[in-house]
């Protein structure tokens, strides 16, 4: 994990880190988010870690991200929870779960740090049938139309 305890910024509901190439990101937060963080961080500190890495393990050392897939994998192997259960998987979802909750292209492209708007539309503005139907329903324009009744 690239993120940095001193690189957080919760009063900000963000997080300022780095990716695989070095590109400066800001991770978003919710509200629940930085809850979850702060209940942690007691427990982190006890631990008595030996880097700045928000996660880690129990002695205290930065998880790395095979770590990271290894605890994923293990909570989901618990839950009993089939399917993708790995970082990326989610990744994937938040993308699928903003776009289905209404957030422009634009916006999702941002928040995923995509280099351009045709990423985040090549990979997530793919719909289902009963997805189309139902946004074709929703948003028509003929949907503000009179509705024409036949004459006797």
Avoid: C
Wanted: hydrophobic residues 35%; proline residues 5%; without cysteine.
């Amino acid at each position: 994990s690239k993120i940095d305890v001193d690189n957080m910024e919760l009063n900000l509901r963000r997080i300022q880190t780095t990716t695989k190439g070095d590109k400066h990101v800001t991770l978003r937060l919710t509200n629940i988010t930085v809850q979850a963080i702060k209940n942690w961080l007691p427990i982190r500190a006890s631990l008595a870690p030996l880097d700045h890495k928000l996660l880690t393990n129990k002695r205290g050392v930065g998880l790395a991200p095979l770590g990271i897939y290894r605890a994923i994998y293990t909570l989901a192997e618990r839950g009993q929870i089939t399917g993708r259960s790995n970082p990326h998987a989610f990744r994937h979802a938040f993308a699928r779960d903003l776009l289905r909750n209404g957030a422009d292209l634009s916006t999702v492209s941002q928040l995923m740090n995509h280099s351009s708007i045709q990423v985040t539309a090549d990979y997530y503005a793919r719909w289902s049938d009963d997805e189309l139907q139902y946004s074709h329903n929703k948003y028509s324009p003929a949907n503000s139309l009179p509705l024409i009744t036949p004459r006797d």
